[in-house]
């Protein structure tokens, strides 16, 4: 049995509309409408029946227990919403983009829609239903080349007009009488503006328009005046988002980019209300028929349900859409806090946000930055924010490390490293150290040490080793602060380790946190974390052009097993024995590990792969996960349930794959298929090197004898394998006292001479100070120990000029002051 | 989702600096100190132990008994011959007993300052006088080696204690018994004696001459003090050293028990009075004094701190009460109007229909937290370049400085100031610039500020071109340092892993010796080894081990090019 690709969590809320009586809120939420309590936030309704996004829902006027949906897959849906049936179905085969209005009594129908599948124009269309028949007649075209947004669109104004924002002007049709008008500002700094939301007053004949340069417009009596009165409302500094008149035509409400709802009273303009730091750029803004309560859409997948003192009552939160105008919207990745059992990721900015699985919705939100979110002055130069782009649980959950950068690389850098540690009296995570700058540049990668659990937990220090792209890593424990007034504990650094200068990638530590293995480009090199010493040097088996990009050790019986992946391969050492196990051809940009059981997984966007580190095996492979990029994956023990243990690979451990779409992928069962378990061994690629003779003999001998140094050896004129496989590498730090020795001897060389000297006379004596002293007027050659002092002295002065040279390296402060000297 | 505004979070870096404790606070909160100048060194002050707590100070040839009210004398006892030493107070502070140096020991009615008795017998002069814990008893320790008990009533000697071989200089009653007493000698040791048997109980040397002893009130342990050293003994555990305290550096005189024996003090010759955690030993604050200490004390009631010192002075320092009372009627300002509140809400009854708004809380903000929510970002700066934040905390004014980097509108709020502004700035700069935590941001604002007004602008302003001189100097002292600091490092990581490996010289010289991997001093210390790694690990990767060590040694091989001294490294 295949499994396929299912959406866990993601979409984004659309529209949303009350119910008649407050009480329920609608919220088109991808294919499906959600029905919300407004008066505990839960969420009573999924209503499931269109096949793609429902772009507009409205309630039946004549039934007001009736709600109608349509979607981009042309389908008009009449919903039961208490019992949460469909009642009826139409398809109007067109896509459809909003839904206005339903006249029941006139059989009317008023809609934003595609004109067809494949053309990229909209109109506000009018289909009438034919009497006594279900059919609808064809539809009628109000107003031509709209925009599929349907803030850009109203209906309004005493149930007889529709607007609709038409680059910068507006088109104002009248139902009564048929007329289309098409009304724009005179205004010259106006003029050119895009409208970008539009919105009718209920009572009044009055339209309200939003700009690209933040102006409201109003129009008045568009209709019987040849040149319709215009008010312009200003406080929006960027475009307005969206525009909303309440039921009773007393207030308007617009909302834009700064994350400010802003309350109009009409009549007395200048009197406004603000409920600042919403959060996110507002979307859409919906008032309750009483008037009592507004339900705000922001960015950031949130609606909140604000009373009439602009105060938060409930918010329905959905997977939060991070990073609002950055391209990668989750920098540290997805990670799993074991205590919660939650997914972790980037949520708002500067935040983590956690999401249950246990309860498919979003916890909350932990801010980690503690910024203030500043939205952009111009939409199109984003600021930058403080990104989290590094995280790292403890295995138990207590601690959490985040890793925070601003650079716009213009001024210079902030760079923290914060460890958060969770207290149980308050249910929340505390900070409890800061470091700042933690390296020199950026850490891309952290993780904590696990416990091994056949020691005692006092007898083993927390650690959490940070690898930085100043090609060294740093291992943090955690030290005792206690003093007579608190007990208290706090991160520090232990030590530095550093690899022939080479950059850093990877790292992970062993399942018993006996041993650190680091990547270091093409090389990879095993650790004693405790005594800060490398145990070993081991290559990726390929060739030096391939850096490692992540190395993973395998747990249970894999314990031994250290897998790296390479940008095109996948290679599994053992440790113990040193040699290479098995090595395969296999593009991959994430490698997952499972922490409950011994299973690994390589993701790319295009396929998954479930292996074993001790076999080359595919366990189960699985392609077109996601139609776009995966940015990161997960294993979450114990989140599959258990028909699922004999399809796909072992364990009860699900995948959880984040896509560029910024959606929770995981991949299930389809109910109603059942097909053979797709379970193929694939052919294993050789590598296009000159290893790939020797691997294949490896692979076929399984460890029998796999002395990898041995048989490598013997095969002949592949030295530039071995080149990387430098178990006899000389550390450099060995040469330092020889260096130094080198030094001193030739001193003390200089000194017996003069003691021989001291025998000899005094002239012969005078004759060793003169020329060491000054070597270059001596003439005549004057035996091997005055050579020896003349080379040592050469020596000495070539070290001080390079050492000097070393020192003038252009210093920025070098520059600067010289930049400065010269003014 | 919508929150409140979040103040700007302040990176305050963390600098060796004393730490504000609450005991910091607690002895920081003393008012200024009342000196009164004596007539001869202060030697003895001793608290009595009821109310109100006046206090006996024994200098030359008299006993002053101040009041503890007024610090003002109340009384002064004269009635001596010689020198007087050791005025202590009873229990009850009905009987105040000194001895002289004219070998007698007197007591004294503290209120009328009559002599009610004379103690004849020590042939030295007395430096210790107490009353045992029964109250009919005195203690005496004199020069002439001995330990004395008296009897009140009869005026008669009870015992005569030969043990100590040196000067009896301090001695004090045990709280729990009636006979326990304990004396330390300038023979450097601690007796412990009951009265009640011919000779001591417990002895311990001390190692330096004693010049104050004190015991705990449930009488277990005791400490003692001579030299600059304090100790802590475990009389239970038949004198157990638990502690040896030396944070001071001289001699230390006088030791006294505060805060309800949670801490005691020690005063020394050097001119300060350390207060320490009884728990642990440790020192939790320092008081600082004009001269060398000869005595001090604590009321028993925490309030007065009384200091004695060798040039004459006396100190009296109260604890601040004024303030205290200040903020207890603010609070009870704002209780009351609170109140009143409450009063209202109680009497008025919202119908059903009023919708009903509670007050809201309003958060205090920092000035500079003020406009930057509401993006004024060059007020923001100015808030934040206010004196007491410029000097006092700067950095508050990095941190702001920061924020409106974050904020993209540090260029905005840069420009368009004056001189006097501009020089403010600079000025901030030239004095924090050499911080390595704020170096990053102040480089960045001072370029922003060249780009903004351009060098000739600033040239032409006279008191600009000062600062901008002043700068200039500022940072080539700072690359100078910088690279010296290097060197020194460069040099000195060479020596410590050519030692490491000196010790490893016994194992093999294999593949399983630590490669650049030490302990973290500095960032930039890594660094250094990190380019010798580049340097040198290159051309090791092809060459055998033995040749590559004899090409190191060659003294042309272009890699010995790492920052290191020669000449120190020879001498």
């Given at each position: 049995m295949a499994l396929i690709p299912s959406l866990q969590a993601g979409s984004q809320f659309g529209l949303c509309k009350f119910s008649h009586d407050s009480r329920y809120l609608f919220s088109c939420c991808g294919s499906v409408v959600n029905v919300f309590n407004t008066l505990n936030g839960e969420c009573v309704h999924e209503l499931q029946g269109h096949t793609k996004q429902v772009t507009g829902i409205t309630l039946n006027k004549s039934n007001v227990l009736q709600l109608i949906s349509c979607g981009a897959d042309g389908l008009l849906i009449y919903w039961d919403y208490l019992d949460g049936v469909i009642l009826k179905k139409h398809d109007l085969h067109l896509p459809l983009c909003g839904l206005l209005a339903i006249n029941a009594e006139k059989k009317l129908i008023l809609m934003l829609a595609q004109l067809s599948e494949h053309k990229k124009s909209f109109a506000v269309m009018l289909?009438?239903?034919?009497?006594?028949?279900?059919?609808?007649d064809q539809p009628q075209n109000l107003i031509n080349d709209c925009d599929a947004n349907p803030n850009l669109v109203s209906y309004g104004c005493m149930r007889d007009c529709v607007a609709a924002g038409i680059k910068n002007k507006l088109a104002i049709h009248s139902m009564k009488t048929g007329k289309t008008k098409i009304v724009y500002d005179t205004d010259k700094f106006n003029?050119?503006?895009?409208?970008?939301?539009?919105?009718?007053?209920?009572?009044?004949?009055?339209?309200?328009?939003?700009?690209?340069?933040?102006?409201?417009?109003?129009?008045?009596?568009?209709?019987?005046?040849?040149a319709p009165a215009i008010s312009t409302l200003h406080w929006h500094s960027l475009a307005v988002t969206c525009l909303s008149f309440t039921p009773d035509g007393s207030c308007m409400l617009s909302g834009g980019h700064e994350c400010v709802l802003v309350r109009w009273q009409m009549g007395s303009q200048n009197n406004r209300d603000f409920?600042?730091?919403?959060?996110?750029?507002?979307?859409?803004?919906?008032?309750?028929?009483?008037?009592?309560?507004?339900?705000?859409?922001?960015?950031?997948n949130v609606i909140q349900l604000l009373d009439i003192s602009l105060q938060v009552q409930i918010v329905y939160r959905g997977l939060t859409r991070c990073n609002f105008y950055v391209k990668d919207p989750i920098p540290c990745g997805l990670d799993y806090d074991p205590r919660s059992r939650t997914l972790v990721t980037n949520g708002l900015p500067g935040h983590l946000q956690f999401y249950s699985l246990n309860l498919n919705k979003q916890l909350y939100n932990l801010d980690i930055v503690g910024q203030n979110y500043i939205s952009p002055e111009n939409i199109d130069r984003p600021t930058v924010v403080t990104e989290i782009t590094s995280v790292a649980f403890s295995h138990n959950g207590q601690w959490i490390a985040t890793f925070e950068v601003w650079d716009d690389g213009v001024f210079s850098p902030e760079m923290r490293l914060k460890f958060w540690m969770y207290s149980s009296e308050a249910q929340t995570y505390t900070l409890n150290t800061r470091v700042e700058y933690p390296h020199e540049e950026k850490i891309i990668k952290m993780l904590f040490r696990p416990s091994d659990p056949n020691k005692s937990q006092s007898d083993q220090t927390s650690t959490l080793v940070t690898i930085g792209k100043d090609s060294c890593f740093k291992l943090w424990i955690l030290v005792d602060d206690t003093d007579i007034y608190r007990e208290n504990v706090r991160w520090d650094c232990d030590s530095v380790g550093f690899y022939r200068g080479l950059q850093g990638l990877s790292a992970d530590f062993s399942s018993d946190g006996s041993t650190l293995a680091v990547a270091f480009e093409h090389l990879l090199t095993i650790w004693d974390p405790d005594n800060g010493v490398v145990r070993t040097t081991l290559s990726n088996g390929i060739s030096p052009k391939e850096n490692i990009e992540h190395i993973k050790f395998g747990s249970n019986k894999c314990k031994h097993q250290l897998v790296l992946a390479t940008s095109n391969h996948l290679i599994s050492w053992n440790l113990l024995t040193l040699s290479i196990m098995w090595s395969i051809q296999k593009q991959g940009s994430i490698l997952i590990k499972d922490p409950a059981s011994d299973i690994m997984a390589l993701v790319s966007t295009e396929k998954l792969c479930v292996f074993r580190p001790s076999s080359a095996t595919m366990l189960y492979q699985q392609n077109n996960v996601s139609s776009s990029q995966i940015l990161d994956a997960v294993f979450v023990p114990g989140a599959r349930s258990n028909t699922l243990t004999d399809v796909g690979w072992p364990g009860d451990s699900q995948i959880y794959f984040y896509n560029a779409e910024q959606q929770l992928i995981t991949l299930e069962t389809p109910d109603h298929?059942?097909?053979?378990?797709?379970?193929?061994?694939?052919?294993?690629?050789?590598?296009?090197t000159a290893l790939s003779s020797f691997i294949a003999e490896s692979v076929t001998r399984e460890t029998q004898d796999t002395k990898a140094k041995d048989t490598m050896c013997k095969t002949a004129g592949q030295d530039m394998i071995y080149v990387s496989l430098l178990q006899s590498n000389e550390p450099v730090s060995l040469y330092c006292d020889k260096y130094l020795k080198n030094l001193v001897v030739k001193r003390k060389q200089l000194k017996r001479p003069l003691s021989q000297a001291d025998d000899a006379g005094d002239r012969e004596l005078d004759e060793v100070e003169e020329s060491s002293s000054d070597s270059e007027s001596e003439e005549e050659p004057a035996g091997p120990p005055l050579k020896c002092a003349k080379s040592a002295e050469n020596v000495s002065s070539r070290k001080v000029e390079n050492m000097d040279k070393l020192l003038s390296k252009p210093l920025d402060w070098v520059q600067w002051c010289s930049s400065l000297s010269l003014k | 989702m919508a929150t409140s505004f979040k103040k700007t979070l302040i990176c305050a870096p963390k600098v060796a600096k004393e730490k504000t404790t609450p005991d910091g606070l607690y002895w920081k909160n003393l008012e200024n100190p009342i000196t009164v100048k004596e007539y001869g060194a202060i030697t003895d002050i001793d608290f009595c132990q009821t109310k109100p707590h006046n206090f006996a100070v024994t200098n030359s040839m008299r006993v002053q008994i101040y009041a503890a009210e007024n610090n003002q004398v109340i009384g002064t006892v004269s009635r001596f011959k010689d020198v007087a030493y050791s005025g202590s107070y009873r229990r009850d502070g009905k009987l105040l007993v000194a001895g002289t140096?004219?070998?007698?020991?007197?007591?004294?009615?503290?209120?009328?300052?009559?002599?009610l008795r004379t103690f004849k017998g020590h042939e030295g002069p007395v430096h210790v006088t107490k009353f045992l814990e029964d109250q009919f008893r005195i203690i005496s320790g004199s020069n002439d080696q001995t330990v004395r008990v008296w009897d009140i009533p009869t005026e008669k000697e009870i015992h005569v204690y030969h043990e100590h071989k040196d000067y009896v200089r301090d001695g004090v009653s045990s709280k729990s018994s009636q006979d326990i007493f304990l004396t330390g000698a300038y023979d450097h040791m601690v007796k412990l004696w009951d009265a009640r048997t011919e000779s001591s109980v417990l002895s311990v040397n001390h190692g330096f001459p004693v010049e104050s002893v004190l015991m705990f009130p449930n009488g277990g342990i005791f400490l003692s003090a001579g030299?600059?050293?304090?100790?802590?003994?475990?009389?239970?555990?038949?004198?157990?050293?638990?502690?040896?305290l030396t944070n001071h550096h001289k001699t230390v005189t006088s030791l006294c028990f505060c805060s309800k024996y949670e801490r005691f003090m020690s005063a020394s010759l050097d001119k300060h009075v350390k207060v320490y955690d009884v728990a642990s030993y440790?020192?939790?604050?320092?008081?600082?004094?004009?001269?060398?200490?000869?005595?001090?004390?604590?009321?028993?009631?925490?309030?007065?701190?009384?200091?004695?010192?060798?040039?004459?002075?006396l100190s009296i320092q109260r604890r601040k009460k004024a303030a205290e009372n200040g903020s207890e009627q603010a609070q009870h300002r704002r209780s009351s109007r609170l109140k009143g509140q409450g009063h209202m809400a109680r009497s008025f009854v919202p119908s059903k229909s009023d919708a009903v708004f509670e007050l809201k809380k309003r958060e205090i903000l920092a000035p500079y937290d003020k406009h930057l929510k509401s993006f004024n970002h060059s007020k923001a700066l100015d808030a934040a370049l206010q004196r007491r934040f410029r000097v006092g905390s700067p950095e508050v004014t990095v941190s702001v400085m920061q924020e409106l980097i974050r904020r993209g509108h540090i260029r905005a709020a840069l420009t368009g100031r004056d001189d006097q502004s501009l020089q403010g700035i600079l000025a901030f700069i030239h004095k924090n610039l050499s911080n390595p935590n704020f170096m990053g941001?102040?480089?960045?604002?001072?370029?922003?500020?060249?780009?903004?007004?351009?060098?000739p602008a600033l040239i032409n302003s006279g008191p600009l071109e000062t600062q901008l001189v002043k700068l200039k100097e500022l940072v080539s002292t700072e690359v100078r340092l910088i690279t010296g600091v290097h060197q020194i490092m460069g040099s000195l990581d060479l020596l410590f892993t050519a030692a490491d490996n000196q010790a490893l010289t016994g194992l093999p010289v294999g593949n399983n010796t630590a490669e650049g991997k030490k302990p973290e001093g500095s960032s930039s210390n890594s660094m250094e080894v990190d380019s010798l790694t580049e340097d040198i690990g290159q051309p090791t990767e092809t060459v055998p081990l033995l040749q590559a060590i004899g090409s190191l040694a060659e003294p042309h091989v272009e890699s010995s090019s790492s920052p290191r001294r020669p000449q120190k490294v020879s001498s």
């Amino acid at each position: 049995m295949a499994l396929i690709p299912s959406l866990q969590a993601g979409s984004q809320f659309g529209l949303c509309k009350f119910s008649h009586d407050s009480r329920y809120l609608f919220s088109c939420c991808g294919s499906v409408v959600n029905v919300f309590n407004t008066l505990n936030g839960e969420c009573v309704h999924e209503l499931q029946g269109h096949t793609k996004q429902v772009t507009g829902i409205t309630l039946n006027k004549s039934n007001v227990l009736q709600l109608i949906s349509c979607g981009a897959d042309g389908l008009l849906i009449y919903w039961d919403y208490l019992d949460g049936v469909i009642l009826k179905k139409h398809d109007l085969h067109l896509p459809l983009c909003g839904l206005l209005a339903i006249n029941a009594e006139k059989k009317l129908i008023l809609m934003l829609a595609q004109l067809s599948e494949h053309k990229k124009s909209f109109a506000v269309m009018l289909w009438k239903k034919r009497k006594n028949k279900e059919a609808f007649d064809q539809p009628q075209n109000l107003i031509n080349d709209c925009d599929a947004n349907p803030n850009l669109v109203s209906y309004g104004c005493m149930r007889d007009c529709v607007a609709a924002g038409i680059k910068n002007k507006l088109a104002i049709h009248s139902m009564k009488t048929g007329k289309t008008k098409i009304v724009y500002d005179t205004d010259k700094f106006n003029k050119t503006k895009a409208v970008t939301c539009v919105a009718c007053h209920p009572t009044e004949s009055c339209v309200a328009a939003g700009l690209e340069n933040g102006r409201i417009l109003l129009w008045y009596n568009f209709f019987t005046d040849a040149a319709p009165a215009i008010s312009t409302l200003h406080w929006h500094s960027l475009a307005v988002t969206c525009l909303s008149f309440t039921p009773d035509g007393s207030c308007m409400l617009s909302g834009g980019h700064e994350c400010v709802l802003v309350r109009w009273q009409m009549g007395s303009q200048n009197n406004r209300d603000f409920k600042p730091r919403m959060g996110a750029p507002i979307h859409r803004i919906e008032s309750s028929p009483d008037g009592t309560l507004y339900a705000v859409n922001t960015a950031d997948n949130v609606i909140q349900l604000l009373d009439i003192s602009l105060q938060v009552q409930i918010v329905y939160r959905g997977l939060t859409r991070c990073n609002f105008y950055v391209k990668d919207p989750i920098p540290c990745g997805l990670d799993y806090d074991p205590r919660s059992r939650t997914l972790v990721t980037n949520g708002l900015p500067g935040h983590l946000q956690f999401y249950s699985l246990n309860l498919n919705k979003q916890l909350y939100n932990l801010d980690i930055v503690g910024q203030n979110y500043i939205s952009p002055e111009n939409i199109d130069r984003p600021t930058v924010v403080t990104e989290i782009t590094s995280v790292a649980f403890s295995h138990n959950g207590q601690w959490i490390a985040t890793f925070e950068v601003w650079d716009d690389g213009v001024f210079s850098p902030e760079m923290r490293l914060k460890f958060w540690m969770y207290s149980s009296e308050a249910q929340t995570y505390t900070l409890n150290t800061r470091v700042e700058y933690p390296h020199e540049e950026k850490i891309i990668k952290m993780l904590f040490r696990p416990s091994d659990p056949n020691k005692s937990q006092s007898d083993q220090t927390s650690t959490l080793v940070t690898i930085g792209k100043d090609s060294c890593f740093k291992l943090w424990i955690l030290v005792d602060d206690t003093d007579i007034y608190r007990e208290n504990v706090r991160w520090d650094c232990d030590s530095v380790g550093f690899y022939r200068g080479l950059q850093g990638l990877s790292a992970d530590f062993s399942s018993d946190g006996s041993t650190l293995a680091v990547a270091f480009e093409h090389l990879l090199t095993i650790w004693d974390p405790d005594n800060g010493v490398v145990r070993t040097t081991l290559s990726n088996g390929i060739s030096p052009k391939e850096n490692i990009e992540h190395i993973k050790f395998g747990s249970n019986k894999c314990k031994h097993q250290l897998v790296l992946a390479t940008s095109n391969h996948l290679i599994s050492w053992n440790l113990l024995t040193l040699s290479i196990m098995w090595s395969i051809q296999k593009q991959g940009s994430i490698l997952i590990k499972d922490p409950a059981s011994d299973i690994m997984a390589l993701v790319s966007t295009e396929k998954l792969c479930v292996f074993r580190p001790s076999s080359a095996t595919m366990l189960y492979q699985q392609n077109n996960v996601s139609s776009s990029q995966i940015l990161d994956a997960v294993f979450v023990p114990g989140a599959r349930s258990n028909t699922l243990t004999d399809v796909g690979w072992p364990g009860d451990s699900q995948i959880y794959f984040y896509n560029a779409e910024q959606q929770l992928i995981t991949l299930e069962t389809p109910d109603h298929q059942q097909d053979s378990p797709k379970k193929t061994k694939i052919a294993q690629n050789l590598p296009q090197t000159a290893l790939s003779s020797f691997i294949a003999e490896s692979v076929t001998r399984e460890t029998q004898d796999t002395k990898a140094k041995d048989t490598m050896c013997k095969t002949a004129g592949q030295d530039m394998i071995y080149v990387s496989l430098l178990q006899s590498n000389e550390p450099v730090s060995l040469y330092c006292d020889k260096y130094l020795k080198n030094l001193v001897v030739k001193r003390k060389q200089l000194k017996r001479p003069l003691s021989q000297a001291d025998d000899a006379g005094d002239r012969e004596l005078d004759e060793v100070e003169e020329s060491s002293s000054d070597s270059e007027s001596e003439e005549e050659p004057a035996g091997p120990p005055l050579k020896c002092a003349k080379s040592a002295e050469n020596v000495s002065s070539r070290k001080v000029e390079n050492m000097d040279k070393l020192l003038s390296k252009p210093l920025d402060w070098v520059q600067w002051c010289s930049s400065l000297s010269l003014k | 989702m919508a929150t409140s505004f979040k103040k700007t979070l302040i990176c305050a870096p963390k600098v060796a600096k004393e730490k504000t404790t609450p005991d910091g606070l607690y002895w920081k909160n003393l008012e200024n100190p009342i000196t009164v100048k004596e007539y001869g060194a202060i030697t003895d002050i001793d608290f009595c132990q009821t109310k109100p707590h006046n206090f006996a100070v024994t200098n030359s040839m008299r006993v002053q008994i101040y009041a503890a009210e007024n610090n003002q004398v109340i009384g002064t006892v004269s009635r001596f011959k010689d020198v007087a030493y050791s005025g202590s107070y009873r229990r009850d502070g009905k009987l105040l007993v000194a001895g002289t140096e004219d070998k007698l020991i007197k007591l004294f009615n503290p209120d009328t300052r009559s002599l009610l008795r004379t103690f004849k017998g020590h042939e030295g002069p007395v430096h210790v006088t107490k009353f045992l814990e029964d109250q009919f008893r005195i203690i005496s320790g004199s020069n002439d080696q001995t330990v004395r008990v008296w009897d009140i009533p009869t005026e008669k000697e009870i015992h005569v204690y030969h043990e100590h071989k040196d000067y009896v200089r301090d001695g004090v009653s045990s709280k729990s018994s009636q006979d326990i007493f304990l004396t330390g000698a300038y023979d450097h040791m601690v007796k412990l004696w009951d009265a009640r048997t011919e000779s001591s109980v417990l002895s311990v040397n001390h190692g330096f001459p004693v010049e104050s002893v004190l015991m705990f009130p449930n009488g277990g342990i005791f400490l003692s003090a001579g030299g600059n050293v304090v100790k802590v003994w475990d009389a239970l555990a038949g004198g157990k050293l638990l502690a040896t305290l030396t944070n001071h550096h001289k001699t230390v005189t006088s030791l006294c028990f505060c805060s309800k024996y949670e801490r005691f003090m020690s005063a020394s010759l050097d001119k300060h009075v350390k207060v320490y955690d009884v728990a642990s030993y440790q020192v939790v604050h320092t008081l600082s004094y004009p001269g060398p200490i000869l005595s001090h004390a604590v009321s028993p009631d925490d309030e007065l701190l009384v200091v004695g010192m060798a040039d004459k002075l006396l100190s009296i320092q109260r604890r601040k009460k004024a303030a205290e009372n200040g903020s207890e009627q603010a609070q009870h300002r704002r209780s009351s109007r609170l109140k009143g509140q409450g009063h209202m809400a109680r009497s008025f009854v919202p119908s059903k229909s009023d919708a009903v708004f509670e007050l809201k809380k309003r958060e205090i903000l920092a000035p500079y937290d003020k406009h930057l929510k509401s993006f004024n970002h060059s007020k923001a700066l100015d808030a934040a370049l206010q004196r007491r934040f410029r000097v006092g905390s700067p950095e508050v004014t990095v941190s702001v400085m920061q924020e409106l980097i974050r904020r993209g509108h540090i260029r905005a709020a840069l420009t368009g100031r004056d001189d006097q502004s501009l020089q403010g700035i600079l000025a901030f700069i030239h004095k924090n610039l050499s911080n390595p935590n704020f170096m990053g941001t102040l480089i960045d604002v001072f370029n922003l500020i060249l780009d903004i007004y351009g060098m000739p602008a600033l040239i032409n302003s006279g008191p600009l071109e000062t600062q901008l001189v002043k700068l200039k100097e500022l940072v080539s002292t700072e690359v100078r340092l910088i690279t010296g600091v290097h060197q020194i490092m460069g040099s000195l990581d060479l020596l410590f892993t050519a030692a490491d490996n000196q010790a490893l010289t016994g194992l093999p010289v294999g593949n399983n010796t630590a490669e650049g991997k030490k302990p973290e001093g500095s960032s930039s210390n890594s660094m250094e080894v990190d380019s010798l790694t580049e340097d040198i690990g290159q051309p090791t990767e092809t060459v055998p081990l033995l040749q590559a060590i004899g090409s190191l040694a060659e003294p042309h091989v272009e890699s010995s090019s790492s920052p290191r001294r020669p000449q120190k490294v020879s001498s």
